[in-house]
Nanobody, 125 residues
Framework: QVQLVESGGGLVQAGGSLRLSCAAEARTINNYNMGWFRQAPGKEREFVAGFNWSGSRTSYADSVKGRFTISRDIAKNTVDLQMNSLKREDTAVYYC??????????????????WGQGTQVTVSS
């Protein structure tokens, strides 16, 4: 069992930056694929970024490439999402997720076993 707790969401103006953090409890993230997803009102949940269990492979949604960066700190057992050049369309609830280790990055939400409660990101114009 893995408990995930997100933090760092908030209100930011378009063009600004936010850093989300996901703290994993009870298990080390070193054994898990980790990912960030988001869900905007009236829309389906979508993959944002993730890496495989070793951190050797990362993947990003086309909509965030070049603006968002996923990273992890094994010592702190955290996974961060640095979001730069934010746009109004980035407004959503952002979720951290974990799945048992895999060599490939999992981009489908159905592959993930554990989810955080979500943190709201609102980008204003």
């Amino acid at each position: 069992q893995v408990q995930l707790v997100e933090s760092g969401g908030g209100l930011v103006q378009a063009g600004g930056s936010l850093r989300l953090s996901c703290a994993a409890e009870a298990r080390t993230i070193n054994n898990y694929n980790m990912g960030w997803f988001r869900q905007a009102p009236g829309k389906e949940r979508e993959f944002v970024a993730g890496f495989n269990w070793s951190g050797s492979r990362t993947s990003y949604a086309d909509s965030v490439k070049g603006r968002f960066t996923i990273s992890r700190d094994i010592a702190k057992n955290t996974v961060d999402l640095q979001m730069n050049s934010l746009k109004r369309e980035d407004t959503a609830v952002y979720y951290c997720a974990a799945k048992s280790w895999s060599q490939n990055v999992a981009t489908s939400g159905g592959e993930y076993e554990y989810w955080g409660q979500g943190t709201q990101v609102t980008v204003s114009s």
